[in-house]
C-alpha cells in the first residue's frame, strides 16, 4: 500500500490550496480515506473523511471552509482548502482503512502517507 501526498505550499492568510493524495497497492473504493494534520508541537488530528459509503465528515474547525473528495477511477483522494488561516499551518497526510476508517480517530487507520506541508501566513 502506497500512499503519496502532493499539493502542499506556503500561502497568505485567505488563500486556497487542493490537496491531492494518490493510493496504490490496494482496491481504492473499498478503503475510507481520510485527511490528517500535525503541526509542530501538537498532536496529530483528524480533518476530513470520505468513507467507502461516501459519507464524509470535518472537524468543527474546518467545516465550511475545507472540502474532502475522491476519485475511484484516479485512486485519488482531494482536499479543497479556502479561507486558510495561519492556524492551519501543518503537515497534512493521508489515511486510508477498510475495516475501522469511519471517522476521524489517528487509531483507527492503517496507511499513512508522508505528508505534505502546508504553511499559512
Known amino acids: 500500500v502506497q500512499l503519496v501526498e502532493s499539493g502542499g505550499d506556503s500561502v497568505q492568510t485567505g488563500g486556497s490550496l487542493r490537496l491531492s493524495c494518490v493510493a496504490s497497492g490496494y482496491t481504492f473504493n473499498e478503503h475510507c480515506m481520510a485527511w490528517f494534520r500535525q503541526a509542530p508541537g501538537k498532536e496529530r488530528e483528524g480533518v476530513a473523511n470520505?468513507?467507502?459509503?461516501?459519507?464524509?465528515t470535518y472537524a468543527d474547525s474546518v467545516e465550511g471552509r475545507f472540502t474532502v473528495s475522491r476519485d475511484n477511477a484516479k485512486n485519488t483522494l482531494y482536499l479543497e482548502m479556502s479561507s486558510l488561516k495561519p492556524e492551519d499551518t501543518a503537515m497534512y497526510y493521508c489515511a486510508a482503512d477498510r475495516v475501522r476508517g469511519f471517522g476521524l480517530e489517528v487509531g483507527a487507520f492503517t496507511h499513512w502517507g508522508q505528508g505534505t506541508q502546508v504553511t499559512v501566513s
Open positions: 470520505f468513507d467507502r459509503a461516501g459519507d464524509t
